[in-house]
């Protein structure tokens, strides 16, 4: 019998990244000439939804990009890439959000300056309930709150599982998590009142997350569930380029929870360990597409 392709909505923002590949990260005053350059689609929700396509699933992007030339290259990227665009902000003539970005090569380190999704407020569409019909799964980066809030809710109705991309505490995501069931947040994600991957998972079993895990880059992912938790190793890998580590790790989540339709504790550390093995390899090379071009992984 035929596999039935994945579907998934990801919600969140899409920026205009230029990503440069640097000895150092320059002093004040100094200029410094970069080894390599990247401009792509980026984001966190963008690229989930292009890691969710590349693994053979159907991804849709609900965002907002507008119309303005530089918004124009960020569209055509990501249909290049197999991921189809909700742009909410079509009539805008605004630049969308740059992300300027300087990878250090001898680390793989790097540091990030964007306006993020500061330039738009943008409010549910319409149809928004029809809208989260029509997939397996849901993800949410947290920005466009407004947004993130009725989908995630609408999801939760339509009986869709509702994954969040916690990368860091943002206003409103209070409002968000009782519409969540699976969290995977970054060790930077620190909800009032915690300071540890344990308060930050008890934290969410609180406010209604059934299924959450905290990634701590190179070292094990500490999850908790209904019944269980533990902890799932990361591969080791020469490390090239973190940026987008966790976006990667997102969407190859997404694609494992959407296959394996019923989540149990098993099926969870599966899926972790299967979207830690894509992430790391995305950090072996420079920028966010490198990794792809490498060759198909963990598609099925």
Not at 64 to 69: C, K, Y
Not at 87 to 115: K, M, Q
Not at 257 to 266: D, I, K, P, R, V
Request: contains cysteine; aromatic residues 4%; glycine residues 12%.
């Amino acid at each position: 019998m035929t596999r039935k392709r994945p579907e998934g909505w990801f919600v969140g923002l899409s920026t205009l990244d230029v990503i440069q590949l640097v000895d150092h990260v320059p002093g004040t005053n100094e200029k410094l000439t970069a080894r390599q350059q990247v401009v792509a689609a980026g984001g966190p929700a963008a690229n989930a939804a292009a890691t969710f396509a590349h693994l053979g699933g159907a991804a849709k992007l609900l965002t907002a990009i507008g119309s303005h030339p530089l918004g124009a290259a960020v569209a055509a990227d990501l249909d290049r890439l197999g991921v189809t665009v909700l742009d909410l902000a079509a009539d805008s003539t605004e630049p969308p959000a740059v992300s300027s970005i300087l990878v250090t090569a001898s680390s793989g380190d790097r540091a990030v300056a964007s306006t993020n999704a500061t330039g738009y407020r943008i409010a549910p569409p319409d149809d928004l309930d029809a809208l989260m019909v029509t997939c397996d799964i849901v993800e949410f980066d947290g920005h466009h709150m407004e947004l993130a809030v009725a989908a995630a809710h609408a999801a939760r109705a339509a009986g869709r599982l509702t994954l969040l991309d916690g990368g860091s505490w943002k206003a409103g995501t209070e409002k968000l998590l009782p519409s969540i069931d699976v969290a995977v947040c970054s060790d930077d994600f620190h909800p009032p009142g915690t300071n540890t991957p344990t308060d930050t998972l008890r934290f969410l079993e609180e406010h209604g997350v059934r299924w959450s895990a905290v990634s701590r880059g190179g070292r094990s992912i500490v999850w908790t569930g209904p019944d269980s938790g533990g902890t799932v190793g990361v591969p080791a890998v020469r490390v090239a380029d973190t940026l987008g580590a966790g976006d990667v790790l997102h969407g190859a989540l997404a694609h494992r929870l959407a296959a394996n339709g019923h989540l149990t504790s098993q099926g969870f550390v599966e899926a972790l360990r299967g979207a830690a093995a894509v992430a790391s390899r995305a950090c072996a090379s420079f920028g966010t597409r490198a990794w792809m071009r490498a060759g198909r992984v963990g598609r099925g």
